[in-house]
């Protein structure tokens, strides 16, 4: 269990500014429990009172029970109010929490799935959230009504107060004997679905292949096979947790019991029961059963809690995962004009694995246009991905330089001011969904229509494009080669002084090919473009082949080729 409250704990800090609304959520539900639990004791007292003395309750009596009645009613429609709004601030709180975590850290090192990001992203957190904003509340509002039934208990009836404790612990005993199991079967059931998640993710991912191939039918029966698995595992579940409910059912009628025997041996006078015991003796067993319920309740809350501390576990990690760049220390301030990059001796590697690049280096002078080369693999991705630091090296120094030399390290300048002078564009660069002037002006200040379509111009997009045509999802309705031109139409909206492009023309028409290659010619500005192709490559003045140890000069585009060749 503390391993488990740990787990749970680990996701407070992201809901601290919701800790207020979750102690007042408690409070609302301890207050509406003890109206109940007083509904209960005071119906029980009025009745064994009538019973045995054969007078009707006082009128103060009907007065206080109508006020429990009115009191439970408006507390129980509140705390349905404050915990539904609660929970999507809690959503909410976590959702902002989870993308904040994966944008310091994604694009990542580690290969992860996409479908088990989702997972946790909606799934998990959905799980979450009534948990912060009601249950919590609910099992401290179920111990704080048990403890004060118990002190009552002892105070009128010490003997029943003995019967009710140990009948709480034995019910909360029911909890901690159904864990074990319920634990792995909670695992099995999370892990059942998040697999089934990825497969989904991937048929979805892949349909025009699964079309092409005719796979379909093996999609469909791997994806109801999933679905059969993970149902007779909650099945299973459900019928741990059944057994455990009935266990305390058990027990609550046991305290029941008890608690009328412990009256009945306590307060026999001359062999007859007393007659003022007789009579507080249902007010009693109501109070008995109120605190022993709740720690019931509580138990059975608690014992449902495994795929939940799953679910926290996954969502933790994700809040916790390491950010692929480190936090700006002692920032510096960038002078104006041109820039060029230098490179270190730089490592790296993807999940602490081989290195890609080991003691790398070369320098760019400020407005120099290069080509990078090398074989599928050999690091141009992840020349490009340091240059514009989506990543930090494991070893060297990435910096941008001035034309008197002097290097400004990537990691001691802001992110602002680092996004505003270089620009990248990749080879997959997506588009966002809305019009092509939303896409333009993302993450760039006030650009005039005038200006953006002098860009579409520069691009050669003018003539096929207008700044209001929906885009779709990723630029679906575009072509290749048209998603790669608006990409960098987004890229130069930003008026970098570094442009750095990475594979921008794999796959394009000679027309688009030639149209890109123009416009990175003619930048005013530093470019760093990795390709394979030798169009592309021959338009550059200095042409670097990406080997993992190093760089290597190169003096054509050609040559390029021929290092590439087996």
Not at 51 to 80: C, D, I, K, Q, S
Not at 405 to 427: F, K, S, W
Not at 514 to 541: C, K, M, N, P
């Amino acid at each position: 269990m503390t391993s488990s409250a740990g787990v749970l704990a680990r996701l407070l800090p992201p809901l601290r500014p919701e800790w207020r609304r979750i102690v007042g959520s408690y409070l609302i539900a301890t207050t509406s429990l003890c109206a109940l639990a007083a509904l209960g004791v005071l119906t029980a007292l009025g009745v064994g009172g009538a019973v045995v003395h054969g007078t009707w309750p006082p009128p103060v009596w009907w007065f206080t029970l109508g006020g429990l009645v009115l009191l439970r009613t408006f507390l129980t429609w509140r705390e349905m109010d404050v915990s539904h709004a609660l929970a999507y601030r809690v959503l909410a709180r976590l959702r902002m929490a989870l993308f904040d975590a994966y944008s310091r850290s994604v694009p990542g090192r580690r290969r992860e799935h996409s479908g088990r990001a989702a997972s946790v992203a909606m799934t998990d957190i959905e799980k979450l959230e009534f948990f912060y904003a009601h249950t919590v509340a609910q099992i401290g509002a179920a111990l704080t009504l048990f403890v004060g039934a118990l002190v009552c208990a002892f105070l009128v009836m010490p003997a029943a107060g003995l019967v009710m404790l140990g009948g709480a612990v034995s019910v909360a005993l029911t909890a901690w004997a159904g864990a074990g199991p319920a634990r792995r079967i909670g695992v099995r059931e999370q892990r059942e679905r998040e697999e089934q998640s990825e497969r989904l993710v991937d048929a979805l991912g892949a349909l025009r292949e699964i079309l092409a191939f005719g796979l379909q039918s093996r999609i469909v029966r791997e994806a109801i096979d999933g679905t059969r698995r993970s149902a007779r595992i909650t099945r299973r579940r459900e019928a741990t947790a059944h057994l455990v409910d009935g266990t305390r059912e058990l027990l609550l009628t046991a305290v029941v019991i008890g608690v009328i025997a412990a009256s009945v041996l306590g307060g026999t006078v001359g062999g007859a029961v007393d007659a003022a015991r007789a009579a507080l003796l249902p007010a009693v067993i109501a109070l008995a059963v109120a605190g022993v319920a709740a720690v019931a309740d509580a138990a059975h809350t608690v014992s449902e809690l495994h795929p939940l501390i799953a679910s926290a576990d996954r969502v933790g990690a994700a809040l916790h995962r390491p950010p692929v760049v480190a936090p700006v220390d002692r920032p510096l301030p960038l002078p104006s004009g041109p820039l060029g990059v230098r490179f270190e001796r730089v490592a790296f590697s993807y999940d602490d694995r081989t290195e890609v690049l080991r003691g790398w280096s070369i320098d760019v002078d400020p407005g120099e246009h290069i080509g990078l080369a090398g074989a599928s693999g050999a690091g141009k991705s992840t020349v490009i991905a340091l240059a514009a630091r989506l990543w930090d090296p494991s070893a060297g120094t990435v910096a941008l330089v001035d034309a008197a030399g002097v290097a400004y390290p990537l990691g001691r300048i802001r992110d602002d001011d680092l996004r505003r002078t270089v620009a990248a564009v990749e080879q997959d660069a997506r588009l966002f969904h809305g019009t092509v002037r939303d896409n333009l002006v993302r993450g760039v200040g006030a650009r005039s229509d005038e200006q953006l379509r002098g860009v579409l111009t520069r691009v050669g997009a003018d003539g096929w494009i207008t700044l209001d045509d929906e885009l779709g999802e990723h630029g679906v309705r575009l072509s290749g080669g048209q998603r790669a031109r608006l990409a960098l139409a987004r890229a130069l909206c930003r008026e970098p002084r570094v442009l750095i492009v990475d594979e921008i023309t794999a796959s394009l028409d000679a027309e688009s090919e030639r149209i890109i290659s123009d416009v990175l010619e003619g930048f005013e500005g530093t470019v760093i473009a990795a390709s394979h192709r030798r169009e592309t490559l021959g338009r550059f003045g200095r042409v670097v082949g990406v080997k993992p140890e190093g760089a290597v000069p190169m003096t054509s585009a050609v040559t390029a080729d021929r290092l590439r060749s087996p």
